[in-house]
């Protein structure tokens, strides 16, 4: 079945970049999200990239498409303290309308 | 507020009794999903709804019944609750590129 895949943690300092990386195996994926889940809360849409594109720029966040290697990033620039959260991408199966999530990334931002 | 809203937000119960969470959504949106994240945060679907009729129904025991009065309205229905089903269950409904928007969530904590 489709698969997607995430590092668990990552830890950056406050200013700094943070690049959050994700695999998918589902090759029929149409749109891949980007999800943020603070603790105690539900899941924010942050955004999402349709697959005919490469790249998506919104704000502090860049999201990076390689259909090829089927690689999706999120690029955060100057992090914040309030961006410490999990992140989890997810892929769409048009034909169920279903999520695949990943197990989410948490991103933990030092002062 | 434009939202997906769920109640209760916390649910505390015995093992053994019968437990409803219910969801609606005022975003017009005609698919309507439920989705389990366990303690380690993974998430997964357990049904979808398109306006009022089952899509997806994931393996998920039948102690587990959604009912959906309407297309605004996504319930879940446990019975025999047992300590494994506790979690936090999240219902979801889905915009026009996919994007799924989230209720807060429903921490369920069976004793």
């Known amino acids: 079945g489709e698969d997607v895949e995430q590092s668990l943690f990552l830890s950056v300092r406050e200013g700094d970049s943070s690049v959050i990386n994700c695999t998918y195996t589902?090759?029929?994926?149409?749109?891949l999200y980007w999800y943020k889940q603070e603790p105690g809360a539900g899941l924010q849409l942050l955004t999402y990239i349709f697959s005919n594109m490469d790249m998506k720029q919104d704000q502090r966040l860049t999201v990076l498409l390689n259909k090829k290697d089927k690689h999706l990033s999120l690029r955060i620039a100057d992090t914040q303290t309030g961006d410490s959260a999990i992140y989890f991408c997810a892929d769409s199966d048009t034909g169920r309308r279903a999520l695949t999530f990943g197990s989410g990334t948490r991103l933990q931002v030092q002062p | 507020d434009t939202a997906v809203s769920q109640t209760p937000k916390y649910l505390v119960t015995q093992m053994g009794n019968d437990k409803s969470i219910k969801c609606e959504q005022n975003?017009?949106?005609?698919?309507m999903y439920w989705y389990k994240q366990d303690s380690k945060k993974f998430l997964k679907i357990m049904f979808s709804y398109n306006n009022k009729e089952l899509i997806i129904n994931e393996t998920v025991p039948n102690r587990f019944s959604p009912k959906s009065p309407d297309k605004a309205h996504l319930n879940l229905h446990i019975n025999s609750l047992e300590l494994g089903d506790s979690a936090v269950y999240f219902c979801a409904s889905t915009g026009p590129h996919h994007e799924q928007f989230f209720g807060p969530g429903t921490r369920l904590t069976v004793l």
């Open positions: 589902d090759s029929s994926s149409t749109y």
């Open positions: 975003l017009g949106h005609d698919t």
